[in-house]
């Protein structure tokens, strides 16, 4: 992790989540156990450690919250805490664009798109994209079909030509879930 952006895992918990390179993983845990700055973290972490391609470091993520609302009031104003310096653009999809020298001389290229999916039909917005990784904000709030759809739209970029994902997969964080929602029955 960057000591410049001065982040601390809250737990051993999120250091082993950290640490684990599965392809899907998630955190649950009560309000305020700083799941979503984990992720976030998680998002920017593996951009840096992604192989690098002609001295850069590309990656595509996609951000998914159940609603546009929350999307705008708590996941997107969580990633720019962390990362103000981040190029926003409020087009559809909201995009945030991070280009940095890191120190072995190469560079990291990230993108990443911010959808809300709040009807099932909202799913479709995922097909067509090649992305490196997903991170499904308040899981415990989506069907099983956006983790689904995430796991097959993953491991797409960057492109073969640029040397293919080193990692790629799907982060999730929630609140715990109704004991009759899919990610309840997938911890336990």
């Not at 609603?67 to 653009?89: C, V």
Request: aromatic content about 10%.
């Amino acid at each position: 992790m960057s000591d410049t952006l001065n982040y601390r895992p809250a737990g051993a918990v999120v250091e082993a989540f950290h640490k684990s390179n599965a392809f899907v993983r998630g955190l649950m845990g009560p309000v305020g156990s700083s799941k979503s700055s984990a992720c976030c973290m998680e998002v920017f972490t593996r951009a840096c450690e992604q192989k690098a391609s002609l001295g850069v470091r590309r990656s595509r993520w996609a951000v998914i919250r159940n609603t546009y609302p929350e999307l705008k009031s708590t996941t997107i104003k969580t990633w720019m805490e962390w990362f103000g310096f981040a190029q926003m653009r409020y087009d559809s999809p909201i995009t945030s664009l991070i280009n940095l020298p890191l120190p072995d001389g190469t560079k990291v290229e990230l993108e990443v798109m911010f959808f809300p999916m709040d009807r099932p039909e909202e799913i479709g917005k995922l097909k067509s994209l090649e992305l490196t990784g997903a991170w499904i904000n308040e899981v415990g709030e989506m069907p099983k079909a956006v983790l689904d759809m995430c796991t097959q739209r993953v491991g797409r970029f960057p492109a073969v030509r640029f040397g293919g994902p080193s990692w790629t997969g799907v982060v999730m964080d929630t609140n715990p879930p109704d004991d009759d929602h899919f990610y309840y029955r997938m911890a336990e």
